[in-house]
């Protein structure tokens, strides 16, 4: 599948991790932003400085937070596909479910079930909807292509064009 035609495993790690932080960052930035101009006192300049001091002090938080969860899940994903020796769907889905565990490690064994749970809930919506959407546009391809359904609709493919011709299988 086109999908997992990525980035070799090292690389990726590095390209995920990455991709999660600069998520977090802009995610966290705009979360931050409204958060802190709601809790600023009242006034343009006051709400502005409010603003912009939450996104300095919380956004890079949440950005590596992300970057970790991207980096851990990316390892365990690139982990599965050497050892399962294949790329599909169930990778994303196991490394959700044990990246959820893993990070809920330190709260107890009861937490890391209902975490790792989460995550391979999640990864697997995520991935349905992919192969969804995948199947739903390839078939929106298959439907609009205008050769597919009549074969006289070719042009011709040897020799002169008959008279009349206007191309597409028409005639005047």
Excluded at 18 to 27: D, E
Excluded at 37 to 58: D, E, L, T
Excluded at 111 to 121: E, H, K, N, R
């Amino acid at each position: 599948m086109e999908e997992y035609a990525r980035e070799p495993c090292p690389w990726r790690i590095v390209d995920d991790c990455g991709g999660a932080f600069t998520m977090g960052m802009i995610g966290g930035g705009v979360f931050q932003a409204i958060k802190g101009f709601r809790n600023a006192p009242v006034g343009v300049r006051h709400r502005f400085k409010g603003s912009v001091s939450a996104i300095r002090i919380r956004a890079p938080q949440i950005g590596g937070s992300f970057a970790v969860w991207g980096g851990l899940f990316s390892t365990i994903d690139c982990g599965l596909v050497k050892m399962r020796g294949k790329e599909d769907p169930w990778n994303s889905i196991t490394s959700g479910a044990l990246t959820g565990a893993v990070l809920a490690s330190r709260s107890g064994p009861l937490a890391m079930v209902g975490s790792a749970m989460m995550g391979g809930i999640l990864l697997a919506l995520i991935e349905g909807v992919g192969i969804l959407l995948t199947r739903y546009t390839a078939q929106q391809f298959q439907n609009s292509n205008p050769f597919s359904e009549d074969p006289s609709q070719l042009p011709p493919k040897d020799g002169p064009v008959p008279p009349g011709y206007q191309g597409y299988g028409q005639y005047q």
